[in-house]
Nanobody, 121 residues
Framework: QVQLQESGPGLVKPSQTLSLTCTVS??????????WSWIRRPPGKGLEWIGS???????YYNPSLKSRTSISSDTSKNQFTLQLRSVTPEDTAVYYC?????????????WGQGTQVTVSS
């Protein structure tokens, strides 16, 4: 059974870069069947897809966040990472990594537990 675990700082200052890592166990991130995604839930709001990396290495971004987002993978560590630049308090959210069969939220089959990231000075 695949397991995903997010890690990274819980507090980021405005204008800085938010960096998170998702460590995957019980399955390889190079498997062509799956996409490995970052999703967030701001306080009082719904889930928002940030972006995904496919097992093939192709990367997909939410157009509204694309200019500030970078997603990459380290196959040697079976990890994928999120960088969100120039953060503001509006980027405060619980951030999740997940595995899915497609690029929609409805395609997600496995979730990490989530990690709270607060943007504040």
């Amino acid at each position: 059974q695949v397991q995903l675990q997010e890690s990274g700082p819980g507090l980021v200052k405005p204008s800085q870069t938010l960096s998170l890592t998702c460590t995957v166990s019980g399955g390889s991130i190079t498997t062509d069947l799956y996409y490995w995604s970052w999703i967030r839930r701001p306080p009082g709001k719904g889930l928002e897809w940030i972006g995904s990396v496919a097992g093939s290495g192709s990367i997909y971004y939410n157009p509204s966040l694309k200019s500030r987002t970078s997603i990459s993978s380290d196959t040697s560590k079976n990890q994928f990472t999120l960088q969100l630049r120039s953060v503001t308090p509006e980027d405060t959210a619980v951030y999740y990594c997940a595995r899915s069969h497609g690029l929609g939220l409805e395609d997600i089959s496995s979730w990490g537990q989530g990690t709270q990231v607060t943007v504040s000075s």
